[in-house]
């Protein structure tokens, strides 16, 4: 099984930037997806981005194309979510997941329920 956790969430201003960080541990990501989803205050949990493991191949919600970029560091077991130009929009508990039964389809939005493991999440609020 593996572990995740989240870091760098914290309070930023709108067109600031912020990277979160998560670690993983327990086993290898070898063949998982790694991604970020985020959730606001009465709102349902929701994709922003996501990465291959091994191949590094990486897709976005629309909602953050251009603005967010997602990567990892295979040998430390670290994945990283960049955020540039935040909008208080962003506003939201973000969380690291893992899919270890991927399936590779490029330029779709997944369901949290693909995902089998979980961060506790950390905070990210961008004021106005």
């Known amino acids: 099984q593996v572990q995740l956790e989240e870091s760098g969430g914290g309070l930023v201003q709108s067109g600031d930037s912020l990277t979160l960080s998560c670690a993983a541990s327990?086993?290898?990501?070898?063949?998982?997806?790694l991604g970020w989803f985020r959730q606001a205050p009465g709102k349902q949990r929701e994709f922003v981005a996501a990465?291959?493991?091994?191949?590094?191949?990486?897709s976005y919600a629309d909602s953050v194309k251009g603005r967010f970029n997602i990567a990892r560091d295979k040998a430390k077991n670290l994945m990283y979510l960049q955020m540039h130009s935040l909008k208080p929009e962003d506003t939201a508990v973000y969380y690291c997941?893992?899919?270890?039964?991927?399936?590779?389809?490029?330029?779709?939005?997944?369901?949290?329920?693909?995902?089998?493991?979980w961060g506790r999440g950390t905070q990210v609020t961008v004021s106005s």
């Open positions: 997941a893992g899919d270890s039964r991927p399936t590779y389809v490029v330029n779709r939005i997944p369901s949290p329920g693909e995902y089998d493991y």
């Open positions: 327990g086993r290898t990501l070898s063949g998982y997806v």
């Open positions: 990465i291959r493991w091994n191949g590094g191949v990486t």
